[in-house]
């Protein structure tokens, strides 16, 4: 598993694994490149199994599989971000501040976002070749409040009122 920071930075790790009918663990010190996705493979040339006729050993292939962010899934080199928002911030718009791979971004949200809305921060993403960066897309989720107080049942009752006679 490659973590997200890896997939944008590169590493060296080492990683151990037994092959099948062998009780030996082998530990390998693999070169992670900045920019890898899921699925890609990773080449140890010379470290793969040796024909049954004799020769030299094949190559070794890692297959890239990304490990789980709390705050971004991979979408190929975009990322993506759920973002919940409070209804009002939803209707009324205003900055709000949005995690990214090197820390934190303020987002303009404009009035009248709706739910699923989604909005992109160009090259936040992962590496692409060329050495370009994917995007990052952030998705809101506006989240209603579970409990209200008087007051906050009093002014939703309001809004609902206005909204069935709007001024004309």
């Known amino acids: 598993m490659v973590t997200l920071e890896e997939a944008i930075h590169g590493s060296r790790r080492k990683i151990s694994f037994q092959r099948s009918g062998s009780p030996k663990i082998e530990t390998y010190e693999v070169q992670i490149p900045a920019g890898v996705h899921e699925g890609q493979r990773i080449r140890l040339a010379g470290q793969g199994e040796v024909h049954s006729r004799g020769g030299v050993a094949g190559d070794l292939y890692l297959r890239v599989r990304l490990s789980q962010h709390p705050d971004f899934r991979a979408e190929g080199s975009d990322l993506v971000h759920d973002l919940s928002l409070p209804p009002w911030r939803a209707v009324l718009g205003g900055e709000v501040p949005v995690p990214t791979m090197e820390g934190e971004a303020r987002l303009k949200v404009p ?58």
């Open 111 to 168: 009035p009248g976002t709706q739910h699923g809305q989604r909005f992109k921060l160009r090259h936040r993403g992962l590496p692409q070749k060329g050495k370009e960066r994917g995007d990052l897309y952030v998705v809101i989720e506006i989240v209603l409040p579970k409990v209200l107080n008087p007051q906050e049942r009093a002014l939703w009752e309001q809004l609902a009122r206005d909204s069935r006679n709007p001024a004309v």
